[in-house]
């Protein structure tokens, strides 16, 4: 009977041999792997598809090629490459840590978890990522891919989320984690996860761990992992305030740096049901004409949706200066669209950007 390093080791190799022959080698991040490369792509794939990040990755990493260029950037011009990809905390975040190596590290990202993870943003999986795919150490992942491989292959119940399933699958990342060609092992097994261990469809007939997986022998695969326990998103309702003065200046204010949209610029809002009118009143402008409602927008955050009804309207006077504050100013539409906007917010610009060309 073989024991559990040899039953690791044997897992490995089986890995490692399709990872040689089937594994991903074309991801820009990939050309060169280096640490900073590697870590910028797993922050960007932190709730998002890899061919979502792709081309944000690469106007990234063309604007900031290095720790020290990143740390260098103007927060702003950080937002608007990061503007669409949404979980704007993970840009903050980064590039808060790069500021962090420059003065810690001399500009290299460490080469210990312990290290990593007390950065801004760089989790236990993140770091291992790091250190195994930019600088070869061996250290394991649990990405979502991962986790859910090892729920099938292992037979691991319960929703990985969980504190004691969350602990019992880095045991068995750790196990099975080996100390020659640590990086192409954890490719092998994201890419795995993410080509035929599918959370829909799996291809298990190509798997080359299939003849060991216990959620394939016990006719499972389609109940691992345990889904997370449902839960009713709330609804929220909000009106956002496209306000333009005579010169078709469009009114924009920061956001606070913590909370949803920290740090980015979105037009004012006013409550749901509110007279838009009186609440330019109330704020020292005199609406001139009707406000124009434009469809309501729907927008999901990973805890809520929100129901955005946009109200255009002008209003006078015309204000005294422009960008005369860091927290507010007036845009036209146009240059507008350089700054660091939520999604649903630069669609909204884009068209009045169209109506103005």
């Known amino acids: 009977m073989a024991r559990p390093r040899d039953a690791a080791g044997a897992f490995a190799g089986r890995v490692l041999d399709w ?6 080698r074309d991801l820009p991040w ?15 794939l932190q709730q998002t598809q890899v061919a979502t990040v792709i081309p944000y990755y690469t106007r990234f990493l063309a604007a900031f090629p290095s720790v020290a260029l990143l740390a260098a950037a103007d927060e702003d011009a950080v937002l608007a490459h990061w503007s669409g990809l949404g979980y704007y905390r993970r840009a903050r975040h ?12 001399g500009g290299e990202l460490p ?26 150490l061996p250290a394991p992942l649990l990405d979502g891919n991962v986790r859910r491989l090892f729920c099938r292959h292992f037979g691991v119940d319960g929703w990985p989320g969980l504190a004691r399933v969350e602990r019992h699958l880095w045991e068995l990342a750790e196990q099975h984690l080996p100390t020659a060609n640590p990086g192409d092992y954890n490719q092998g097994l994201m890419d795995l996860g993410a ?34 326990p449902p ?56 609406p001139e004409g009707l406000p124009e409602a434009w469809p309501l927008i729907r927008h999901a955050f990973s805890h809520y949706r ?26 036209k539409p146009g240059d507008a669209l350089a700054l660091g906007l939520p999604a649903p917010v630069r669609r909204l610009i884009e068209r009045l950007a169209d109506e103005e060309n």
């Open 306 to 331: 929100l129901d955005i009804t946009p109200v255009r309207l002008a209003v006078t006077p015309d204000p005294a200066g422009v960008n005369d504050s860091g927290e507010h100013g007036w845009y």
């Open 111 to 136: 080469r210990s978890v312990e290290a990593l993870v007390a950065l801004p943003g760089i989790g236990r999986s993140t770091a291992g990522a790091i250190l195994s795919l930019g600088h070869g």
């Open 231 to 286: 839960r009713i998103a709330p609804q929220k309702r909000t009106q956002m305030l496209l306000r333009y003065d005579r010169g078709g200046r469009l009114l924009l204010e920061r956001r606070p740096p913590t909370g949803i949209w920290g740090g980015l610029y979105a037009p004012p809002e006013c409550a749901s049901g509110r007279d838009p009118e009186a609440w330019c009143a109330d704020h020292g402008l005199r």
């Open 19 to 24: 990872h040689r022959q089937h594994g991903r």
């Open 195 to 228: 080509t035929l261990c599918t959370r829909a469809n799996p291809d298990c007939a190509g798997c080359p761990l299939a003849g060991g997986c216990h959620a394939l022998r016990d006719g499972r695969v389609a109940e691992l992992p345990a889904p997370r």
């Open 94 to 105: 980064l590039q808060r840590a790069a500021r962090l190596v420059v003065e810690l590290h």
């Open 30 to 44: 990939q050309h060169p792997r280096t640490p900073y490369r590697v870590w910028v792509s797993e922050i960007m």
